[in-house]
């Protein structure tokens, strides 16, 4: 885990510097690894029903097979997006 939360942005930068290759896919691999390492909602309350960064994950999948692949940066504003999303519509329910 990081020690603080990094942004949708830096974790591009960052996937992209780690990728065995340029190719989206393989930078997209990256982010998601990133996105699950510093995903603490293990720490929540919503914890115990299931984990939000694969749910958000899950939720991006399905919207691309509608609208088609996302850019590596597009991929990972949604998955923070989503997964605030996720989190707040859980707590206030």
Known sequence: MFEETLTAEQIVKLAE???????PLAVRRQITKLFHKQDDSY?????SRFNVTRRAICRIR???????PFSPLEYALLLEDESSRIVNSEYWE
């Open 62 to 68: 399905k919207v691309e097979r509608v609208c088609g």
């Open 43 to 47: 720490l929540w309350p919503v914890c």
């Open 17 to 23: 510097g780690k990728a065995k290759s340029d190719t």
